[in-house]
């Protein structure tokens, strides 16, 4: 008997920050249930961390570790870019030996596999600089895709249609579109007209997801990461996310009134007046449930030993950056959230949205 092809799905979208990691994890949680054992691949990655001493991308190590994917996480990740790759390459050239590596690693991961989900990075043409855009990529693999794009209407359907030129240049089929990050109080409109926009351009609406703040917001932990702060406190608390981010430049009495809930408080280190107006209101509130999720001190500046064991009493996290206010606040607010394997609650929100907002019968029947 011919042996049957492994069903593949190609995750690819229309700019940074669309989605894909978020689709891609729940279409794994999605399909694992309806198909049998599935495979997980992101040939070429741009942000990667070294795991087992490989260089690899941080969405293969989130797949692998929250889905339970039974893969070699370097055959996950064949291709990472690191500093100097893409100048190294236009100068030296080396296309056939990185093609040769996804093939190899797409080999060993769809061995056994029913179906495996392959993440691109960016829009149809990211990878082009070396030979390896997505349209090339999902080409080379043989994969049908999935377009992903955010909020709105015109711009989505714009910026769609000019991926989709790429696709098809490629010969690769689009499966269908999926619509992320759509405003609550917008949904019911978005959701009817980009269909019927799209119906007309020949293309199936998969789903379109409500925009879920949670799942952007950066815990005090990634924040401290990610921007390397310093921690000067030792209370806990790292998990707690960011809601909301305030800059401390005004009269303390005045700023009580904008303090809330999972408030990140962004101050020059000698307002010592400030910060303490900080430690009152959580200490004031506590009873309540309202938690600050931390303070911020600007400046390098450190305040008095008094004051930082008072701010660790209340249980706030205290963290100390070099940069002035501005640019501390700008780095925080300009902080791009990814999804880590710690994050539960997280990841249970994105399996629920992806099984309510698409309609995984249709694309599986695509498949």
């Not at 236009?90 to 495996?116: H, M, N, P, W």
């Not at 996310?241 to 280190?269: E, Q, R």
């Amino acid at each position: 008997m011919p042996k049957r092809k492994v069903r593949r799905i190609f995750i690819s979208a229309t700019g940074q920050n669309d989605g894909k990691t978020i689709v891609s994890l729940g279409l794994i949680y999605a399909f694992k249930e309806r198909f049998g054992k599935i495979g997980f691949i992101k040939p070429v990655g741009q942000r990667y961390l070294i795991e087992k001493g490989e260089k690899v991308d941080e969405d293969s190590v989130l797949i692998e570790k929250a889905c339970g994917i039974e893969c070699a996480i370097k055959d996950m990740s064949p291709v990472a870019i690191e500093k100097g790759f893409t100048k190294r390459y236009i100068l030296e050239g080396g296309k056939k030996e990185l093609s040769q590596r996804i093939k190899t690693s797409f080999k060993a991961v769809a061995k056994g596999k029913d179906l495996v989900v392959i993440e691109g990075t960016g829009h149809a043409g990211v990878g082009s600089v070396f030979d390896l855009s997505n349209a090339t990529v999902a080409k080379m693999l043989g994969s049908k895709v999935i377009i992903v794009s955010s909020g709105g209407i015109g711009r989505p359907i714009d910026e769609i249609m000019l991926n989709k030129v790429l696709f098809e240049k490629e010969g690769v089929q689009i499966a269908g579109v999926i619509i992320n990050k759509v405003r609550p109080e917008k949904y019911e409109q978005v959701n009817r007209i980009v269909r019927m926009g799209l119906k007309k351009k020949g293309l199936k609406v998969l789903g379109v997801i409500p925009y879920k703040e949670l799942l952007s917001e950066p815990t005090i932990g990634q924040v401290l990461e990610e921007l390397n702060f310093k921690l000067l406190s030792r209370a806990g608390g790292l998990e707690t996310n960011v809601d909301k981010i305030l800059v401390g430049a005004m009269a303390p009495h005045d700023a009580l009134s904008y303090f809330s809930d999972k408030s990140l408080i962004i101050t020059p280190g000698d307002r010592e007046d400030l910060i303490l107006a900080v430690v009152g209101f959580q200490m004031d509130k506590a009873k309540e449930g309202v938690r600050i999720a931390g303070i911020v001190l600007s400046g390098g500046i450190r305040p008095h030993k008094t004051v930082v064991d008072l701010v660790e009493r209340a249980k706030i996290p205290l963290l100390l950056a070099g940069g002035d206010t501005y640019s501390v606040a700008s780095q925080v607010h300009d902080l791009k959230v990814k999804i880590r394997p710690e994050d539960s609650q997280k990841t249970g929100i994105i399996r629920d949205l992806i099984e309510k907002y698409v309609d995984i019968e249709m694309l599986s029947r695509e498949l």
